[in-house]
């Protein structure tokens, strides 16, 4: 079973479009968030999200939008696509805080957009 | 905020060396230091992580060391194999009560047969 599936996996779409990336995790983690990984590798956070909180990058345009149906989605909708969204963007879950403390992220598997 | 450095951003070794990968953060309130392997083509994962109660943390052929004083956290890599070739991550999180992490800026590492 696979713990952070999102879709679709490559999503190739032309500049001005609408598109949605879809992520479930079964862990039962109280925390989804998503990524963006451009090409030099780097990771960086769009939006943190529980049942407490958004959270989101305050660099990230506002294009992009996360939507919550429950604990277990977190999808992700951009408008008007432009050429600098392409990178490959990854869901991620987390279960936070308690007693434990701090935990690691478990990833989906990724979603490579190309915007032409 | 929390800055994290990771040196080198590429390593290449021979199989059979040891490789060592290093990163410096800068708040002393981080409390949680995971690291990641992202093989070619795919998703990051999860290999060790250290908490701050802690100074040293095995796993097989990795290791990962922690320095509270200094402020800098260590991936050891011992007996490397070709399929250790990835780029790893290294993070830090807790600073100012946040779960988010901040993330290293990654390092290649490449093993040759």
């Known amino acids: 079973d696979t713990a952070v599936s999102q879709t679709p996996k490559y999503l190739v779409t032309q500049m001005g479009n609408d598109k949605s990336i879809k992520c479930e995790q079964n862990?039962?983690?109280?925390?989804m968030y998503w990524y963006k990984q451009d090409s030099k590798k780097f990771l960086k956070i769009m939006f943190s999200y529980n049942n407490k909180e958004l959270i989101i990058n305050e660099t990230v345009p506002n294009r992009f939008s996360p939507k919550s149906p429950d604990k277990a989605h977190l999808n992700l909708h951009i408008n008007s696509l432009e050429l600098g969204d392409s990178a490959v963007y990854f869901c991620a879950s987390s279960q936070v805080g308690g007693q434990g403390g701090n935990y690691g992220y478990t990833f989906g598997s990724g979603t490579r957009l190309t915007v032409v | 905020g929390e800055n994290v450095e990771q040196h080198p951003s590429t390593l290449s070794v021979q199989e059979g060396d040891s490789a060592v990968i290093k990163c410096t953060y800068s708040?002393?309130?981080?409390?949680?230091f995971p690291w990641y392997k992202q093989e070619l083509g795919k998703r990051p994962q999860l290999i060790i992580d250290?908490?701050?109660?802690?100074g040293e943390k095995k796993d097989q052929r990795i290791a990962v060391t922690l320095n509270k004083t200094a402020k800098h956290f260590s991936l050891h890599i011992t007996e490397t194999q070709p399929e250790d070739s990835a780029v790893y991550f290294c993070a830090a999180q807790g600073a100012g009560g946040s779960y988010i992490p901040t993330f290293g800026r990654g390092t290649s590492l490449i093993v040759h047969p």
């Open positions: 708040d002393s309130a981080s409390n949680y």
């Open positions: 250290i908490r701050s109660n802690v």
């Open positions: 862990l039962g983690h109280d925390t």
